[in-house]
């Protein structure tokens, strides 16, 4: 059973840092690409961050562009979202994607990050 929960949301001021971590289990972890998603209040889902399966390359959506690395750890099949210099449009619900090497695609729960002063 593929299993993909995130942890580590909760309340930031402005200009806070945070991490995100998404453990992944029922599936082989090292051959999945790896993403990160948002939504926030009356938006569509977007893409934040997409990590290689060896951790190689990775890609961010404009908005968080040198303020939020992805980044993935194969031996704790984790996959993690360090995010510097939060604001106010940051604040969503974030969601940890797999896509596996069979094209199945995965999504977690999700964890609310509310960036407020």
């Known amino acids: 059973q593929v299993q993909l929960v995130e942890s580590g949301g909760g309340l930031v001021q402005p200009g806070e840092s945070l991490r995100l971590s998404c453990a992944a289990s029922g599936f082989i972890f090292s051959l999945a690409t790896m993403s990160w998603y948002r939504q926030a209040p009356g938006k569509e889902r977007e893409l934040v961050a997409r990590?290689?399966?060896?951790?190689?390359?990775?890609n961010y959506a404009d908005s968080v562009k040198g303020r939020f690395t992805i980044s993935r750890d194969n031996a704790k099949n984790t996959v993690y979202l360090q995010m510097n210099s939060l604001n106010s449009e940051d604040t969503a619900v974030y969601y940890c994607?797999?896509?596996?090497?069979?094209?199945?695609?995965?999504w977690g729960q999700g964890t609310q990050l509310s960036v407020s002063s």
């Open positions: 994607q797999a896509i596996t090497w069979l094209k199945e695609t995965y």
């Open positions: 990590i290689a399966t060896t951790g190689g390359n990775s």
